[in-house]
């Protein structure tokens, strides 16, 4: 079973999201990219599905915050931000494998990252 990690400030996205996993994969999740942050330390998941609009710690500084830590795990935004060229080039340069806007994406298209990630 493989290690998925979620990192969401709204309870019902968290929620949600994490439900769409868990046939598959142990789920982990956290309110923001701080404690997501120390959580993926610890269980060094096979995916982080990652909110960019958080407090504490929004989901551009948690990017950089792993990276810098060498956390290679891949990583998917789930976003209602709209994004910027800037913003899509920065999430590029650290390695985030998809973004997904809300509302605009299935299970399917979650779990389908999920295996190309683990090479299932």
């Known amino acids: 079973m493989y290690n998925v990690v979620v990192i969401e400030d709204d309870f019902i996205n968290r929620e949600l999201v994490g439900e769409q996993f868990e046939e598959v994969a142990n789920v982990r999740t956290a309110s923001n990219g701080q404690d997501g942050l120390e959580l993926v330390r610890h269980v060094r998941p096979d995916l982080v599905v990652l909110d960019l609009n958080m ?58 990252v999920l295996h190309s990630v683990v090479g299932v």
């Open 55 to 112: 407090p504490v710690m929004n989901g551009f500084d948690f990017l950089t915050a792993l990276r810098a830590q060498g956390l290679t795990m891949a990583v998917v935004v789930v976003t209602a931000m709209d994004l910027r060229k800037d913003d899509f080039d920065f999430l590029q340069q650290n390695s985030v494998a998809r973004v997904f806007q809300k509302g605009r994406y299935s299970e399917e298209d979650l779990l389908a």
